[in-house]
């Protein structure tokens, strides 16, 4: 059981705006580490301009809705593979019998 006490409203910026806005160098990184409650497809979408530049993307992911309009594995493999990645490594780090799993997920170029 979920309860709201109350929301807050906050301004955000995709990936690619924070990087350029802190005028970081993209290509001193190897891997891009996500957890970010469900959104991390919004993200990923959002970083378009340095997927290019990664070899590695490590997440964590679901199989199930864990939350309104989150993301599961498959939906982030099928989006990472546009941009040459491919899974190769999912662990199982929490089980619920009536939703699913959680995973570590780690992509890497194909």
Same mark, same amino acid.
């Given at each position: 059981? /979920?309860? +709201?006490?109350?929301?807050?409203?906050?301004? @955000? @910026?995709?990936?690619?705006?924070?990087?350029?806005?802190?005028?970081?160098?993209?290509? !001193?990184?190897?891997?891009?580490?996500? #957890?970010?409650?469900?959104?991390?497809?919004?993200?990923?979408?959002?970083?378009? !301009?340095?997927?290019?530049?990664?070899?590695?993307?490590?997440?964590?992911?679901? #199989?199930?809705?864990? +939350?309104?309009?989150?993301?599961? /594995?498959? #939906?982030?493999?099928?989006?990472?593979?546009?941009?040459?990645?491919?899974?190769? @490594?999912?662990? =199982?780090?929490?089980?619920?019998?009536?939703?699913? @799993?959680?995973?570590?997920?780690?992509?890497?170029? =194909?």
């Amino acid at each position: 059981k /979920v309860n +709201y006490i109350n929301s807050i409203k906050l301004k @955000s @910026s995709t990936l690619n705006t924070l990087i350029n806005k802190e005028n970081l160098n993209i290509k !001193e990184y190897q891997a891009l580490i996500l #957890d970010t409650q469900g959104s991390e497809l919004l993200v990923l979408k959002g970083a378009s !301009e340095i997927l290019v530049n990664m070899n590695y993307i490590v997440t964590e992911a679901a #199989d199930f809705d864990s +939350y309104e309009g989150c993301c599961k /594995v498959d #939906d982030l493999s099928q989006f990472l593979q546009k941009y040459g990645f491919k899974e190769i @490594s999912r662990k =199982k780090f929490a089980y619920h019998e009536k939703a699913g @799993s959680y995973y570590d997920v780690i992509y890497g170029k =194909k």
